[in-house]
């Protein structure tokens, strides 16, 4: 059982905040390079169009769609080429730089041997750029290397060190939380201690706004490599969006990923939108900025590039008619590895035609999108409810003990803190259901509903009612065209 005690909403004190900076800058050599007034002084030289808070807030004004990418390699060198064939050839609105491995789990010895045979061998042997390793300079070269807004792609669970560093030189964004990354992407660490990794970041975050400087925080959604469905992810992202507000941060991004049925992925966009707000409203915050970003399809991709080329299409076309306010894209290669920068161009080039192509089309008049809409809406509520009565108002609290009940569940989750009993599959339309609610209280009439759709595909195509259905619906789009149109079709 986790320590309840010792976790709480509330904002962290400040002179308790100034402390643990302190403790955390003497964690690595590089962090004696953070110097807060001289950061400030950084953050308010850039030019506006190299802000991502400002970058965001506009694209929202004017109803349009940004495009980014993932990407990071080993070495300075490789690192800064990416990001500018990503800026220049790509067309980015927003430039990436993703961590390595190492450095994701706090291991900065591990990693600066690999930055040292990376130098050596003049390419990169790591799978992201250690910012923690090259340090403040070196990360600031990198955004005066480019014209557009830059945002740390971490994956971690603890993000104290490279949110220090990376803001110190510049970059105006960061993606994690603490419920979202601590569920899809580490065993041991408990719900507990993620949570109260990112309130640093999110407080650090707020530091700098109430020094005139207002940074982009965005949560991750699931990077989990499976099928989540947008309710859970919906319900995570209030979550983890009213731990932000509550330690002051004004600019959150929620991301969303595809279930890649065009009206369950639009709904859940729109639902999104509506849902933060609503409970943003009812814990008292009122100012908070919340831009939706799509992600492209997280789970196994096929290894053709043709029907690759269809995924990254449709990630755009999603996006322009959802009125999401950001993309970020992956490549025809994404079977493969890391992508190479040009691969990366691509993607982005391709996905931002797609975008074009649909902008002016919406489903809101369509009768089957507004009750998608109310059926996400009645997932969310009773749960979001519950973990709030669980924490008796308290977020943290309530997460915490919801999770250890397992009110709070995510699919095949590798962290050791959470059940993974409710299992999702795809019902007969496309959409993603609850085959197996597991402990999560979902309405009784919302799963006679999801049953009634998930059976009616099971005898449809001849297989049993069991978890296979959640299974087939995970591995369904890394299938050969053969397969898919021998099985489906």
Same mark, same amino acid.
């Given at each position: 059982?986790?320590?309840?005690?010792?976790?709480?909403?509330?904002?962290?004190?400040?002179?308790?905040?100034?402390?643990?900076?302190?403790?955390?800058?003497?964690?690595?050599?590089?962090?004696?390079?953070?110097?807060?007034?001289?950061?400030?002084?950084?953050?308010?030289?850039?030019?506006?169009?190299?802000?991502?808070?400002?970058?965001?807030?506009?694209?929202?004004?004017?109803?349009?769609?940004?495009?980014?990418?993932?990407?990071?390699?080993?070495?300075?060198?490789?690192?800064?080429?990416?990001?500018?064939?990503?800026?220049?050839?790509?067309?980015?609105?927003?430039?990436?730089?993703?961590?390595?491995?190492?450095?994701?789990?706090?291991?900065?010895?591990?990693?600066?041997?690999?930055?040292?045979?990376?130098?050596?061998?003049?390419?990169?042997?790591?799978?992201?750029?250690?910012?923690?390793?090259?340090?403040?300079?070196?990360?600031?070269?990198?955004?005066?290397?480019?014209?557009?807004?830059?945002?740390?792609?971490?994956?971690?669970?603890?993000?104290?060190?490279?949110?220090?560093?990376?803001?110190?030189?510049?970059?105006?964004?960061?993606?994690?939380?603490?419920?979202?990354?601590?569920?899809?992407?580490?065993?041991?660490?408990?719900?507990?201690?993620?949570?109260?990794?990112?309130?640093?970041?999110?407080?650090?975050?707020?530091?700098?706004?109430?020094?005139?400087?207002?940074?982009?925080?965005?949560?991750?959604?699931?990077?989990?490599?499976?099928?989540?469905?947008?309710?859970?992810?919906?319900?995570?992202?209030?979550?983890?969006?009213?731990?932000?507000?509550?330690?002051?941060?004004? !600019?959150?991004? =929620? %991301? *969303? /990923?595809?279930?890649?049925?065009? +009206?369950?992925?639009?709904? $859940?966009?729109? #639902?999104?939108?509506?849902?933060?707000?609503?409970?943003?409203?009812?814990?008292?915050?009122?100012?908070?900025?919340?831009?939706?970003?799509?992600?492209?399809?997280?789970?196994?991709?096929?290894?053709?590039?043709?029907?690759?080329?269809?995924?990254?299409?449709?990630?755009?076309?999603?996006?322009?008619?959802?009125?999401?306010?950001?993309?970020?894209?992956?490549?025809?290669?994404?079977?493969?590895?890391?992508?190479?920068?040009?691969?990366?161009?691509?993607?982005?080039?391709?996905?931002?035609?797609?975008?074009?192509?649909?902008?002016?089309?919406?489903?809101?008049?369509?009768?089957?999108?507004?009750?998608?809409?109310?059926?996400?809406?009645?997932?969310?509520?009773?749960?979001? !409810?519950?973990? =709030? %009565? *669980? /924490?008796?108002?308290?977020?943290? +609290?309530?997460?915490?003990? $919801?999770?250890? #009940?397992?009110?709070?569940?995510?699919?095949?989750?590798?962290?050791?803190?959470?059940?993974?009993?409710?299992?999702?599959?795809?019902?007969?339309?496309?959409?993603?259901?609850?085959?197996?609610?597991?402990?999560?209280?979902?309405?009784?009439?919302?799963?006679?509903?999801?049953?009634?759709?998930?059976?009616?595909?099971?005898?449809?195509?001849?297989?049993?009612?069991?978890?296979?259905?959640?299974?087939?619906?995970?591995?369904?789009?890394?299938?050969?065209?053969?397969?898919?149109?021998?099985?489906?079709?």
């Amino acid at each position: 059982m986790s320590n309840e005690a010792s976790i709480s909403e509330k904002i962290i004190d400040e002179s308790e905040f100034l402390e643990m900076r302190k403790a955390n800058l003497l964690r690595w050599p590089t962090g004696s390079d953070v110097d807060f007034e001289r950061a400030l002084e950084r953050q308010k030289s850039l030019p506006d169009h190299k802000r991502l808070d400002i970058v965001m807030r506009k694209a929202v004004a004017k109803g349009r769609c940004l495009v980014q990418p993932r990407g990071g390699f080993g070495t300075f060198k490789d690192q800064k080429e990416l990001m500018q064939i990503i800026d220049k050839e790509g067309l980015a609105d927003i430039v990436p730089t993703t961590t390595d491995s190492y450095t994701r789990n706090e291991q900065f010895a591990l990693a600066q041997k690999g930055v040292d045979e990376s130098e050596k061998l003049g390419r990169s042997l790591l799978n992201g750029y250690p910012i923690v390793n090259y340090g403040v300079a070196k990360a600031s070269e990198l955004i005066d290397a480019i014209d557009k807004p830059a945002i740390m792609l971490t994956g971690t669970t603890m993000p104290k060190l490279t949110g220090e560093i990376g803001f110190a030189a510049g970059y105006t964004g960061y993606l994690g939380s603490g419920i979202a990354y601590t569920t899809s992407y580490i065993k041991e660490l408990s719900i507990e201690d993620g949570i109260k990794n990112y309130q640093y970041l999110d407080r650090l975050s707020a530091m700098y706004l109430d020094h005139g400087v207002e940074l982009h925080r965005r949560q991750p959604s699931f990077l989990t490599g499976t099928n989540i469905p947008p309710s859970i992810a919906i319900i995570i992202a209030i979550l983890d969006l009213l731990l932000a507000a509550a330690q002051g941060v004004k !600019n959150y991004g =929620l %991301e *969303m /990923g595809e279930t890649l049925h065009l +009206i369950q992925d639009a709904a $859940a966009v729109k #639902a999104c939108k509506e849902l933060c707000q609503e409970y943003l409203s009812i814990k008292g915050y009122h100012d908070v900025f919340t831009p939706i970003t799509l992600l492209h399809w997280m789970g196994a991709w096929p290894q053709d590039e043709a029907q690759a080329a269809s995924l990254v299409s449709y990630g755009g076309t999603l996006a322009a008619i959802s009125g999401a306010s950001s993309v970020t894209t992956k490549t025809l290669h994404e079977a493969f590895g890391i992508p190479t920068p040009k691969i990366n161009a691509d993607g982005l080039r391709m996905t931002r035609m797609a975008i074009y192509l649909a902008r002016n089309i919406k489903l809101d008049s369509m009768p089957e999108f507004q009750n998608e809409v109310n059926l996400i809406k009645g997932e969310v509520r009773p749960i979001v !409810n519950k973990v =709030l %009565e *669980m /924490g008796d108002g308290d977020v943290a +609290i309530g997460s915490v003990r $919801a999770f250890e #009940a397992g009110i709070l569940d995510i699919p095949w989750s590798p962290n050791k803190w959470v059940k993974s009993k409710v299992m999702p599959a795809r019902d007969v339309d496309g959409c993603l259901r609850i085959l197996d609610p597991g402990n999560m209280p979902f309405p009784k009439e919302v799963l006679e509903f999801h049953e009634e759709k998930l059976r009616l595909r099971a005898e449809k195509e001849k297989q049993p009612y069991d978890l296979n259905l959640a299974v087939s619906s995970v591995y369904e789009m890394s299938e050969s065209m053969q397969t898919l149109l021998s099985d489906k079709w």
